[in-house]
């Protein structure tokens, strides 16, 4: 198995709303990733988990919960959302996230989900 | 500042001809990895070849390979008998290792032609 699943694949949300996205890998990876990227843009780093522990925030804002209950699970948690925030939210996944300096290394492959396309009306 | 670059936003291609991908970047680190993913429209991103800086041998991965030029910082994909499959937006992405985050260009798109 080398995929990395994410549901839903499409996602529609007023303002108000609570939401979650999920993401599984059964490869034994211990790095998981969130990533979001726009139309036409190149994906941007939101989050990194390195064995189940939050390694990296890339100044997300506090609307967009990340959660990583064992190492084969990543949700993505959603409230009070704007529409900017629609866009193409994927996951991936690694083998190694950080070394034992602290330092995060991505030289390794990262497997990505297909996304999930969140719309926010 | 790390940065990559590819200033091809469109491309197009001739089935079972050869294109070739241009991508720069600027980096202070003296070893790092290079890779280009491609993004199909079924969005899921996918690694199709990796270079490490340190070696002077330019990777292949059967129809991809790259021309690695180290000193000119360029590292351009070359797709020789194009595939329509091979159609998708295709990023150069650059490994800092010290930063800890992968820094992708703008991507290119890629239109193969019957």
């Known amino acids: ?121 | 500042a790390q940065t990559v670059t590819q200033s091809q936003p469109e491309m197009s291609v001739q089935e079972a001809e050869t294109v070739t991908l241009s991508c720069t970047y600027d980096t202070s680190e003296n070893n790092y990895y290079l890779f280009w993913y491609k993004q199909p429209p079924s969005r899921q991103m996918i690694l199709v070849i990796r270079q490490e800086a340190y070696k002077q041998q330019n990777a292949t991965e059967n129809r991809f390979s790259v021309n690695f030029q180290k000193a000119a910082k360029s590292f351009s994909l070359k797709i020789s008998d194009s595939q329509l499959g091979d159609t998708a937006m295709y990023f150069c992405a650059l490994d800092g290792g010290s930063q800890g985050n992968l820094i992708f260009g703008k991507g290119t798109k890629l239109s193969v032609k019957p």
């Open chain 1, 1 to 121: 198995d080398t995929e990395v699943t994410q549901t839903p694949k499409h996602l529609v949300m007023g303002m108000t709303n609570k939401k979650s996205l999920k993401c599984e890998q059964h490869m034994g990876h211990r790095a998981m990733y969130w990533y979001k990227q726009k139309a036409k843009k190149p994906p941007e780093l939101m989050f990194v988990y390195s064995y189940e522990k939050l390694s990296i925030n890339e100044s997300v804002p506090s609307r967009f919960s990340p959660e990583c209950p064992n190492s084969s699970l990543l949700n993505l948690h959603l409230h009070a959302l704007q529409p900017e925030d629609s866009a193409l939210y994927l996951c991936a996944s690694s083998q190694e996230g950080v070394f034992w300096t602290g330092e995060l290394s991505t030289n390794e492959k990262l497997f990505f989900g297909s996304g999930t396309q969140l719309s926010v009306l």
